[in-house]
Each structure stands twice: as C-alpha cells, then as structure tokens.
C-alpha cells in the first residue's frame, strides 16, 4: 500500500483542465516543501514535472502546476493535450523511515 | 547532463539473489548520492534506499532490512544493488535515480527484476 494516496484515474477532454490530488499526512506532505509530480509513459523511467511543491524543471510546459494545501498536494494540467495520457505520480519527503515516499498513482486519459 | 545505464533484464527462482548495476556516465559517481526506487507491476513506486553522502550513511527501506545491499564501484562509475532471498513479491522494475532537493531529477531506464518458479 502506497504511502500517499491518490485517485486511480482522471480524465478529461482536449483543451481542458484536470487536477490529481496527492493526500499524505503531517510526516510527509503537510510538513514538507519537498513535495514532486512525476509523469510516466509505458515503458519509460518517471519523469520530473513539478519539485518542491511549485516549480517546474527546465523544459517542463506550463500547462503543468503544483500546489499544495494541509496534508493535500495537488496537480492541475491545463489545456490537456493528447501527449499528456500517462500516469502520474507524486513524492513527498517524509520524516518517517522512509525518507522518500510516493502516491499509488493516477491515470490520465485523454478522452 | 549525465546519464544512467542500468543492467538488463533478470529471471529469478524464489530464494536467490540478483545483483543490479547502475553506471553513470558525464559525471563522477563519488559526488553522487545514489538511491534505488522499486516499481511493482501495475502498482506504485517505492524507495528502496539509497546513499546519503552528506551523512555518510547508507539507508534503506525497513521492510527490505536484511534483504539488500548498496556497494559502489567508483573506479567505473558503477553502483550496485544486491537483493537476496528473492520472493514474488520482489519482482519489480528497479530504478537507480539520484535526488536533488528532494526530489528525483534523474532516474536510469530501469531493470526488470522477475521472480518465478
């Protein structure tokens, strides 16, 4: 069982706006600005979207943001575009054993 | 920018051991700190462990406490992931990544490890 729980799917139709939700606790995502989003298409290793709650790497579109409120981290992907279909998945540090934890995972479909 | 390149893919019987390699290339791995993230089919991502150079320790999962152990090979750049006593529950794609203010920027292609009788 993951550690942050998240929806098991989300869609949406081309050109909307979808937000996954990241719930963890106070060891983890309601204490922690180290708060991550991942994207992953079949096949390949997680990519960075989103670090420390907020921010984009370098080459990462805008259409993708983070935010985080309580024990709850969320992402919002605007204007959805088929390239988009993937899983996602969040990470929070924790201060618990495990000094990285992650979200069961949510995938989007683009309808 | 550097790169990792993992070891391919391995087909255990319950009880052996597999021994996973990590190489990275453009940058020196004794600057690194190395962690190791587990995928199990169809379900979520999990930290296994990984090497805190700041500290100097090395931590792993307590659920794999006797299970697996990290070593470095900094004359080829390569690290190393040792699991034994494999179970079904081990088969997994195993994923070296290095973090960055919390996060994991870069992540190798990952190894499939299968465990079946």
């Known amino acids: 069982q993951s550690a942050l729980t998240q929806p098991a799917s989300v869609s949406g139709s081309p050109g909307q706006s979808i937000t996954i939700s990241c719930t963890g606790t106070?060891?983890?995502?309601?204490?922690?600005?180290?708060v991550a989003w991942y994207q992953q298409h079949p096949g390949k290793a997680p990519k960075l979207i989103i670090y420390?709650?907020?921010n984009r790497p370098s080459g990462v579109s805008d259409r993708f943001s983070g935010s985080k409120s309580g024990n709850t981290a969320s992402l919002t992907i605007s204007g959805l575009q088929p390239e988009d279909e993937a899983q996602y998945f969040c990470s929070s540090y924790s201060t618990t054993n495990a000094p990285y934890v992650f979200g069961s995972g949510t995938t989007v479909t683009v309808l | 920018q550097f790169h990792l390149l993992q070891s391919g893919s391995e087909v255990k019987r319950p009880g052996a051991s597999v021994k996973v390699s990590c190489k990275v290339s453009?940058?020196?791995?004794?600057?690194?700190?190395m962690h190791w993230v587990r995928q199990t089919p169809g379900k979520g991502l999990e930290w296994v462990g990984g090497?805190?150079?700041?500290?100097?320790?090395?931590r792993h999962a307590q659920k794999l406490q006797g299970k697996i152990t990290m070593t470095e090979d900094t004359s080829t750049d390569t690290a190393y992931l040792d699991l034994r006593s494999l179970t079904s529950e081990d088969t997994a794609v195993y994923y070296c990544?290095?973090?960055?203010?919390?996060?994991?920027?870069?992540w190798g292609q990952g190894t499939l490890v299968t465990v079946s009788s």
């Open positions: 106070n060891s983890d995502v309601g204490s922690s600005t180290y």
């Open positions: 453009g940058y020196s791995l004794s600057e690194l700190p």
């Open positions: 420390e709650v907020t």
């Open positions: 990544a290095i973090p960055r203010g919390g996060s994991f920027p870069i």
């Open positions: 090497f805190d150079r700041v500290q100097g320790d090395r």
